[in-house]
């Protein structure tokens, strides 16, 4: 690797200026992600009756990964107000990303009997049966989403990797067809489920 050229005494001086810029503005964006959540602590605890804050304080939180306290904050919602839709789908969701597919599962299916024909809800069921490995379940969420969304192409992905995972690959076949002209880059990314499907298929051989 050739060296780079040493900075003149002026190019550092405005190098060095330009770090600390930067520096100072990451700083300033964690310090006003702190001063958000503590606001709104500060918010929920003068009005603790007030379920929409309790929401964007779950929100704040979950932004920032810190899924325990979100998650309290969103039930705390709820409790106030059991008709928040979001706030469902929102504990749905930090289970989903903490692996706990089980409660995941429970706040889901809750979310969609709020709406039963709603696609995005039948694809996050069908999400949480594809990681629980329960393929012919999540093929029949992944289904109803298309039925009511028939342009919905990861549902149609999602739903061609189920049938790969239970042997019905001419079906699976057909959908990689259909994201050849939809979608070619999910049709490239089934291709290679189709690959490692057939190698594993070789290698039991």
């Known amino acids: 690797m ?3 050229l040493p900075y003149s005494r002026s190019g550092l001086s405005r190098f060095i200026a330009c770090a600390l810029l930067a520096s100072l503005t990451i700083l ?3 310090n006003r992600k702190s001063d958000e959540i503590a606001n ?3 918010q929920v605890w003068k009005n603790p009756q007030d379920a929409g804050g309790f929401m964007l304080l779950g929100n704040a939180l979950a932004r920032k990964q810190r899924y325990n306290e979100a998650t309290e904050a969103f039930k ?5 107000n059991p008709g928040l839709d979001h706030a469902e789908q929102a504990l749905g969701t930090i289970a989903f990303n903490q692996k706990n597919y089980a409660g995941a599962l429970g706040y889901f299916q809750k979310h969609l009997e709020r709406a039963p024909k709603d696609s995005m809800r039948l694809y996050d069921v069908g ?3 594809m990681q629980m490995q329960q393929y012919e ?3 029949t969420a992944y289904s109803d989403a298309i039925d009511n ?4 192409a990861e549902a149609h992905y999602n739903l061609a990797i189920c049938y790969i995972h239970t042997g019905r690959r001419a079906e699976a076949e057909a959908i990689y067809e259909w994201l050849l002209v939809k979608n070619n880059y999910l049709a490239v990314s089934l291709q290679r489920h189709f690959n490692k499907e057939k190698s594993g298929s070789s290698e039991k051989r």
């Not at 705390?76 to 106030?80: I, K």
Request: charged content about 10%; overall charge neutral.
């Open 2 to 4: 050739t060296p780079s």
């Open 28 to 30: 300033t964006s964690c």
């Open 40 to 42: 709104l602590q500060q």
């Open 76 to 80: 705390n919602a709820l409790a106030l």
């Open 127 to 129: 999400n949480v049966y």
């Open 137 to 139: 379940k999540a093929s």
């Open 149 to 152: 969304s028939e342009a919905f």
